[in-house]
C-alpha cells in the first residue's frame, strides 16, 4: 500500500501571520510560532486503498514518522477484506 504515497505540503489556516508590536508584543509573537511550529510538524499522506478508486489518509507527525490519524482506520480496512464483510453487516438492526 505504501508503494504510491505522497507526501503533500498544506497550509494551516487560523495561524496568523506575524503582526506588528502590539499589547503583548514578543509573548504573541512567540506564541504564534510555535503553533505554527507544531502544525508544520504534521503532513497529509494519501495512499491509494487496497480497493480500485479508495485512497486511505494518513496523517504523519514528520518528526517521528508516527500516524496520528487514518481515515479509513485500519480495523475497517480490515473488515472490508473479509470476503464474509457486506455494507451494513457491522450493526444488526433486527428487533
Same mark, same amino acid.
Given at each position: 500500500?505504501?508503494?504510491? %504515497?505522497?507526501?503533500?505540503?498544506?497550509?494551516?489556516?487560523?495561524?496568523? %501571520? $506575524?503582526? /506588528?508590536?502590539?499589547?503583548?508584543? =514578543?509573548?504573541?509573537?512567540?506564541? =504564534? %510560532?510555535?503553533? %505554527? !511550529? !507544531?502544525? $508544520?510538524?504534521?503532513?497529509?499522506?494519501?495512499?491509494?486503498? /487496497?480497493? @480500485?478508486?479508495?485512497?486511505?489518509?494518513?496523517?504523519?507527525?514528520?518528526?517521528?514518522?508516527?500516524?496520528?490519524?487514518?481515515? /479509513?482506520? !485500519?480495523?475497517?480496512?480490515?473488515?472490508? !477484506? =473479509?470476503? @464474509?464483510?457486506? $455494507?451494513?453487516?457491522?450493526?444488526?438492526?433486527? $428487533?
Amino acid at each position: 500500500m505504501d508503494t504510491n %504515497a505522497k507526501i503533500l505540503n498544506v497550509t494551516a489556516p487560523g495561524i496568523p %501571520a $506575524a503582526s /506588528p508590536a502590539t499589547s503583548g508584543g =514578543d509573548f504573541k509573537r512567540g506564541r =504564534d %510560532a510555535r503553533k %505554527a !511550529e !507544531e502544525v $508544520a510538524r504534521y503532513r497529509l499522506v494519501i495512499e491509494e486503498g /487496497p480497493s @480500485a478508486g479508495t485512497f486511505v489518509y494518513k496523517t504523519l507527525d514528520s518528526v517521528t514518522g508516527e500516524v496520528i490519524r487514518q481515515l /479509513p482506520r !485500519e480495523e475497517v480496512l480490515k473488515m472490508r !477484506e =473479509d470476503g @464474509a464483510y457486506t $455494507a451494513g453487516g457491522v450493526i444488526d438492526t433486527s $428487533a
